[in-house]
């Protein structure tokens, strides 16, 4: 008989919550993930960036936007006061994405960061999921935080399995 090896899971962003949809509790959600089906099927358990807990009850897509009727959440008001929340799951840590280009945030937080240079800068010590992109938020010893949008023009190149990402910022945006 073999060991099954214990179970971790991880916290991985999933959606944000952008406003609410007609007057029966409904959301419109900002998916953040490569599977929204699984991740917000009904039944699913998903915890907000404040700690609230919000089951799945349905989902639809209205105009190419996802949204979502969680249990509870019967009105307008309610669902407005979700407005900007990011969503969460959590999700098996030896699991990846499949597109090689995408990443949880439990991959980069920690990692370290240099310049393509080779120029060391810090290490991510948050993922900021803001309404127009993902910004990196890297803590350096002396300057305080770094905030580099996550995109590829500027992260050229993340190594999951060394735990380094380097960047390629423009001049100024490390002073910012």
């Not at 999933?14 to 900002?30: K, L």
């Not at 929204?36 to 349905?58: E, S």
């Not at 803590?139 to 190594?159: I, K």
């Amino acid at each position: 008989m073999t060991d099954s090896p214990e179970e971790t899971t991880v916290r991985v962003a999933v959606g944000r919550i952008t406003r609410a949809h007609g007057v029966h509790g409904e959301v419109g959600v900002q998916v953040r993930t490569d599977d929204p089906d699984r991740r917000f099927a009904a039944g699913a358990v998903l915890t907000t960036d404040t700690g609230v807990t919000l089951t799945v009850q349905r989902t639809r897509w209205h105009s190419g936007r996802l949204l979502v009727r969680f249990a509870g959440i019967d009105d307008r008001t309610t669902a407005e006061d979700l407005r900007g929340r990011v969503l969460f799951a959590e999700v098996d840590e030896r699991v990846r994405p499949e597109d090689p280009e995408e990443y949880y945030d439990y991959q980069l937080i920690g990692m370290r960061v240099e310049t393509v240079t080779g120029q060391e800068i810090g290490v991510v010590r948050e993922v900021l999921h803001l309404p127009g992109q993902d910004v990196l938020a890297i803590e350096r010893s002396a300057d305080g935080d770094a905030f580099v949008p996550f995109v590829a023009a500027l992260v050229p190149e993340v190594d999951v399995d060394q735990r380094r990402l380097r960047i390629d910022p423009p001049p100024g945006l490390l002073e910012l």
